[in-house]
């Protein structure tokens, strides 16, 4: 597969979290983690994180010791998750997982 085959191209990343987030992906990882019980001790690791929806779903919930790690393929969308959460802090490390 082509090394770029998971990057976003041009507005990708801003429709997605326009869009897709609010009418989908929010409202999945809210549910979701209503069935998870997570304390401010846990580590959260988030693969496959995206913009990081449910790595700041759990923070408008829980005050963490330690950073949420937020790991994806898609650089536009680890852009976009840091931009969304460069007010937090040191709540959040987003990085950029390496293809082979």
Known sequence: M?????QLQGNA??????????????????ETLKHIKISADDRVLDIA???????RTITSQ???????VGIDLNQGMI??????TASSGSA?????AMQQ
């Open 49 to 55: 994180c995206g913009m990081g929806v449910v790595a």
């Open 92 to 96: 959040f490390e987003w990085h950029v």
């Open 79 to 84: 852009d976009t998750a840091a931009s969304l």
């Open 2 to 6: 082509a090394k770029d085959a998971f």
């Open 62 to 68: 829980t005050t963490f010791k330690k950073a949420i």
């Open 13 to 30: 990343a801003k429709i997605y979290e326009e869009q897709k987030i609010p009418a989908v992906f929010g409202p999945l990882a809210a």
